[in-house]
């Protein structure tokens, strides 16, 4: 959850009226926010850093306010502000105009194929005779900061530039060059680099060095140019100096570059939505003509309104209330979806503003319904239909052999359920092709490659690593395994497997063996082949020959038991022997 921070008088100033801290703690909580903390510039450094660190900081008090991920006009004051003025019926909701220029008169970018490899979308607006203070500047930066961290995902899907327009001429060039040719100055340094150097330059910036692995691989670095060759900037690493925004820059030039297309339009929307109110004429922003590579060209930004029809019985069955329409209307009107009823009163037209890229189906509608309604004021009902909560049978039976099994002085491990394909290929002396295991597509590390197939070479790896406990280590574990199965759903199942393993200067097989007996006593199964259960000599890749038997029950094959072959034990690092059983016990629920 993004946590937006705000100077408590600006918002009061802006809020144009004053709470006490429990005042605002509750509004918040009714228009779905939290406040999160009550602190100041000197007291966070001080938390952090220590007090001597913290002299000369401001005492202003800040009020950090938890938001929801998905409300990205909430995420700067100018959001913060107009969202509850317009909850508290103080205001309408502002409409955005998109202003197109005269035909020549206004502003393109080009996109060249080169970006087509790197990063292959750009969106652009401008915003003309803005007017910025240093706290509405500092909030412009601090909500482009925001949204790179939230959907722009660390600048990995959408990187924002933002330029004094009247430092540079149009049209512009996004496109994609060598390292070695490319060269400007980056923002806030004195003399120019190439793009190889800016990499080294940055490579120990606290800030920047997370961004360097976007593009540093790849031959070819995106750069934006104006029609003089001056460089706005570097997505999504850096902007240039000489674009600069300071607190006198009256026409802000904002383009937003990445490979996710939809992300950029929404990005590009919040930002001009929440600062076009400082533009002479309110609410307005000037569009520009994206020209792509195939000469197809697309006016930005986009401002689309869109219309969702929802039924008021949906919202009041799903909320759990009695609303008239027009009382559903004005509760989601609170909300920044302007909505009325239509027809005979059977529907409402719920009207999407640009700012609310959240709502995406109508049950984020009826969220928004029950946020102005009040949770606290749904009445609490006794449900009309009832039911009995009962345990899994398959849950249950794991509880009740994890008691007996524990009662026969064996202990309990919990070990991971995805391990490297070493662990259950390799190690246990066969190919990954025959375990028919699920693999993951983008594993982040070596040990977690694909799903386990047996809970052997967890209970291996739990003794390896408890090799200094005084023998024997006898543990178990009552877990799931998964293997690929192509008439499911999902391409793979689930099987809950019980497996035990002994570890002993002797192999113990009489143990295990003994084991296997009392959980069949236990489950009430008896020792014959009619309708209980038997063992047969066989062989198996993780087992010394001649020292395994396959367990068959209920007239199917459930498992094995035998002593662990010597080179697999090695494997594992191990120096002694064990014995270990392991069973598929859903055959028994």
């Known amino acids: ?29 009714e228009f779905g926010l939290e406040l999160d903390e009550i602190t100041s510039e000197k007291d966070i450094i001080s938390k952090e850093k220590g007090e001597e660190k913290a002299k000369g900081a401001s005492d202003v008090v800040l009020y950090k306010i938890d938001v929801p991920a998905n409300r990205y006009d909430l995420l700067c004051l100018e959001g913060l502000v107009r969202g509850l003025q317009v909850f508290k019926e103080r205001i309408n909701l502002p409409r955005f105009e998109k202003i197109i220029p005269a035909e020549g008169e206004g502003q393109r970018l080009i996109i060249t194929e080169q970006t087509a490899q790197v990063r292959p979308h750009a ?122 925004i300071t607190l006198n820059t009256r026409n802000v030039f904002i383009e937003c570059t990445g490979t996710d297309i939809t992300k950029a339009k929404i990005v590009l929307d919040i930002i001009v939505t929440m600062f076009s109110e400082y533009c002479e004429k309110p609410f307005t922003v000037e569009a520009v003509e994206v020209v792509y590579p195939n000469g197809k060209t697309h006016i930005y930004p986009e401002l689309a309104y869109r219309t969702e029809k929802v039924k008021p019985e949906y919202i009041n069955k799903k909320v759990g209330i009695s609303e008239t329409p027009s009382s559903l209307a004005k509760l989601l009107t609170r909300m920044c979806l302007k909505s009325h009823v239509t027809g005979n009163g059977n529907h409402l ?92 597509a983008n594993p982040k590390t070596a040990e977690f490659q694909v799903a386990r197939t047996t809970l052997l070479p967890g209970l291996l790896k739990t003794i390896a690593a408890n090799r200094k406990m005084p023998l024997p280590l006898k543990l178990f574990e009552i877990s799931d395994i998964v293997v690929k199965d192509p008439n499911t759903d999902v391409g793979a199942r689930n099987y809950r497997h019980l497996c035990a393993i002994y570890y002993n200067k002797s192999p113990g097989f009489e143990i295990i063996h003994g084991l296997l007996d009392r959980v069949m006593q236990v489950l009430e199964v008896p020792p014959n082949e009619e309708n209980g259960y038997t063992i047969k000599a066989a062989e198996g890749t993780a087992f010394f020959p001649g020292r395994c038997a396959e367990v068959f029950a209920k007239g199917q094959s459930i498992g094995k038991l035998g002593v662990v072959h010597p080179d697999v034990i090695t494997k594992f690092e191990l120096t002694m022997p064990c014995s270990v059983l392991e069973i598929n016990i859903e055959p028994f629920v």
């Open 123 to 244: 969106v652009a607006a401008v915003l003309r005779n803005i007017t910025f203070t240093k706290d509405r500047y500092d909030s412009f930066i601090d909500l482009q900061e925001k949204l790179h961290q939230n959907i722009c995902r660390k600048r990995a899907l959408v990187a924002i530039g933002t330029h004094d327009l009247d430092t540079i001429t149009g049209p512009f060039t996004y496109t994609a060059k060598a390292p070695s040719e490319i060269k400007f100055k980056p923002l806030n340094q004195s003399q120019e680099y190439t793009a190889s150097q800016i990499m080294d330059l940055y490579r120990t910036d606290s800030h920047l060095r997370h961004y360097l692995p976007l593009i540093e691989n790849k031959p070819r670095y995106p750069v934006i140019y104006d029609s003089n060759g001056v460089v706005l900037s570097m997505p999504p690493i850096i902007n240039g100096d000489h674009t600069k």
């Open 349 to 440: 037209e719920v009207e999407i503003p640009p700012t609310r890229a959240d709502i995406i189906h109508a049950c984020d509608i009826v969220e928004d319904a029950a946020i102005a309604y009040g949770y606290n004021n749904i009445q609490m009902l006794i449900p009309k239909t009832y039911t009995i909560a009962n345990q899994l049978p398959l849950n249950k039976l794991a509880e009740l052999l994890r008691l007996d099994l524990a009662a026969a002085g064996f202990t309990e491990a919990l070990t991971f359920a995805l391990c490297s394909q070493e662990d259950i290929a390799d190690k246990l002396r066969t190919d990954i092709s025959a375990t028919n295991a699920v693999r993951i």
């Open 1 to 29: 959850m993004p946590t937006v921070s705000v100077k408590r008088e600006l918002l009061f100033q802006a809020l144009g009226r004053s709470y006490t801290d429990e005042e605002f703690d509750e509004l918040c909580f």
